[in-house]
């Protein structure tokens, strides 16, 4: 099992940055990949946004490319996302997703992030 904490949500106003962060403990393995979604206010499906494996490869979601930054400190096994330039379309709640090396999924409880025009 794996363990996932998210803190750093919050409300910003347009323009504004929040740093996301997400603590992964349990047996969370050398081969993985963590992985941020959000789910906006009346959507049903959760967007994937940023992804990070244990090497270092990144991949952006396209609507954040150029705002967000996906880091991770595989020593403390922690997920970070960085969101400059934020916008209102950018409001849902930011879910943290782990996979470990059996390719099975753990979620984060979620952190809400509110962007204000």
């Known amino acids: 099992q794996v363990q996932l904490v998210e803190s750093g949500g919050g409300l910003v106003q347009a323009g504004g940055s929040l740093r996301l962060s997400c603590a992964a403990s349990?047996?969370?393995?050398?081969?993985?990949?963590m992985c941020w979604y959000r789910q906006a206010p009346g959507n049903k499906q959760r967007e994937l946004v940023a992804?990070?494996?244990?090497?270092?490869?990144?991949r952006l979601a396209d609507s954040v490319k150029g705002r967000f930054i996906i880091s991770r400190n595989n020593a403390e096994n922690t997920v970070y996302l960085q969101m400059n330039s934020l916008k209102p379309e950018d409001t849902a709640v930011y879910y943290c997703?782990?996979?470990?090396?059996?390719?099975?999924?753990?979620w984060g409880p979620g952190t809400q992030v509110t962007v204000s025009s």
């Open positions: 997703k782990f996979v470990d090396g059996s390719l099975t999924d753990f």
């Open positions: 349990g047996r969370t393995g050398s081969i993985n990949l």
């Open positions: 992804t990070m494996n244990h090497i270092g490869m990144t």
